[in-house]
């Protein structure tokens, strides 16, 4: 089992048993991360952040739309795999926690275009058009 940390497989030391707790049947592992893991995680992010502020809004959104892309392209996996891994019908995980569909965060991947059209926006006000502008 391993994290991917930095662009880089990093072998975890230890692993957890993920079980459905309507059968109790183990329906995965998953990688435990250490204390270290993670300022390894947090270090790479950190000096990955001046560089991903510095990219375009129109390509950072590019990204994230592509990513959300992917995500939808496997819904039905990640709707079986929340099912399992909480023992949820399969129409809950489908339409609560895997519906990309419907997530709030969607909307969001396009306030960077909304910022790159307006000077004066804010993040905020991207994320509620509705509030007004001191």
């Known amino acids: 089992m391993k994290h991917w940390i930095n662009g880089e497989d990093v072998s975890a030391e230890s692993t957890l048993d993920v079980v459905n707790p309507a059968n109790r049947t183990v329906v995965a592992r998953m990688p435990l991360g250490t204390p270290e893991d993670v300022d390894h995680a947090v270090a790479a992010a950190t000096k990955a952040l001046p560089a991903w502020a510095a990219t375009p809004l129109r390509e950072r959104a590019a990204k994230l739309k592509a990513l959300a892309h992917e995500l939808r392209k496997r819904n039905e ?56 502008s001191a």
């Open 77 to 132: 996996d990640l709707a079986q795999a929340i099912s399992a891994e909480m023992g949820a019908p399969i129409s809950l995980a489908r339409a609560a926690q895997a519906g990309l569909r419907s997530s709030p965060t969607r909307p969001r991947i396009w306030q960077p275009l909304r910022l790159d059209r307006d000077p004066g926006a804010t993040p905020s006000s991207c994320a509620n058009p509705s509030a007004s």
